[in-house]
Structure formats: structure tokens, C-alpha cells
């Protein structure tokens, strides 16, 4: 899913009703940038995915907190698409955009090689230097998801976003792949971890 053809999507059938809260936010958010008069401003909307950084607090600790505990398996069936950016490649698309008057509009700040859940996990299991690790039913992400007041849309609907603004004005990625990302994240979050317990 691009800029230009892709689809917001919360209209799949069997989707719950809460799963287009996400997209009624982005829509809502989207249409209020650009109806705002700016006259002197240019405008860009950053769709951006999960930014992918091994610095605490963030999505990746909590992905990798899974993996380090057995339970990095793929979540529901594993099949539903899942977009990522590595945090240098998200500052660097960020600082690009700043720098290209020429770009305005929507902009999907994503890695150009989405995957499905079950990869993605694999591959950081890969870069953990584990091969198994249980999977997360439905039912079970249900219950995780209410407990964290947040909705499951966020794990099991797929996303499969590509950066078609960037890539046709000529962003170069250095991580375009999951893998290679994940190993790079790896290995810092352990320099995180090491200089955290000296």
C-alpha cells in the first residue's frame, strides 16, 4: 500500500467495529492538516510505521522482551503484514523530507520490505540467536490487549505499507530489510543493556 493506490482499510468483513478506530484517528488527523490555511507553510502528513529502535521504552524492547522469554512466536495466524523503519532510516527520512520543498502531502515513513508477523518474529528470533518461541493465540492477545487498554487491531490487522513518496523522489534505505535491521537493533540493544548495568 503506497501513497497514491493504497487503501486505509477497517472495512474487511468479519473485522470488529473497533479495529477502524486507528483509522477514523489518521483520516480525522489527516483532514485537519490539510484543510488548515498555510499559506506560507508546507504541509506533509507522515504515515509513519513502527519505528524500530533499540533505545528503552519502545516497540522493539517489547518485541524483544517476547523473543528473550519464549514467547516470540508468531501472533494469531501470523499471515497479517507488518511495517517497520529502523530509527536511522526514520531520522534520515525525516531530515530528508525537511530538506525537498518539492514533497508535500502524505508520506509513508515505512521500510520498503514489509513482511508477515511469522517472518518478522522469525527473524528476530534469528537475530537473538533462538529458532522457537510459542505463539500468541487471538484469544490470548485479546486479554494482553485489555489488560494494556489497547485494542488487538494494533497486532493482527495487516499492514503492508510501502514508501512510494520516498522511494520515487530517490530515499536511499540502509535498512530496507527486516533481518539485517533486527540483528543491527540486536546488538545495540545489548550495548544499551551492558553499559545500563555497569
Not at 104 to 130: D, Y
Request: net charge positive.
Amino acid at each position: 500500500m503506497d501513497e497514491a493506490t493504497g487503501e486505509f482499510g477497517g472495512e474487511q468483513p468479519n473485522a470488529p467495529a473497533s479495529w477502524r478506530f486507528s483509522v477514523g484517528v489518521a483520516q480525522g488527523w489527516e483532514q485537519s492538516l490539510f484543510a488548515a490555511e498555510t499559506p506560507r507553510t508546507r504541509k506533509i502528513a507522515m504515515r509513519t510505521a513502527m519505528v524500530m529502535s533499540a533505545s528503552p521504552g519502545g516497540i522493539f524492547e517489547v518485541l524483544l522482551r517476547l523473543v528473550r522469554t519464549g514467547f516470540g512466536g508468531p501472533w494469531g495466524s501470523g499471515r497479517q503484514y507488518m511495517s517497520w523503519i529502523h530509527e536511522e532510516d526514520f531520522f534520515r527520512a525525516v531530515e530528508y523530507l525537511i530538506q525537498r520543498e518539492e514533497i508535500r502531502g502524505a508520506v509513508n515513513l515505512a521500510a520498503p520490505r514489509p513482511l508477515p508477523n511469522s517472518e518478522f518474529m522469525s527473524a528476530l528470533r534469528g537475530a537473538w540467536g533462538i529458532h522457537t518461541g510459542l505463539p500468541a493465540k487471538e484469544w490470548m492477545l485479546t486479554v494482553g490487549a485489555y489488560f494494556l487498554r489497547t485494542e488487538t487491531e494494533l497486532l493482527l490487522k495487516s499492514r503492508r505499507v510501502v514508501p512510494g513518496v520516498l522511494q520515487s523522489c530517490g530515499f536511499g534505505f540502509r535498512y530496507p530489510d527486516w533481518p539485517a535491521a533486527a540483528r543491527d537493533l540486536v546488538q545495540k540493544w545489548r550495548e544499551f543493556s551492558y553499559r545500563g548495568n555497569l
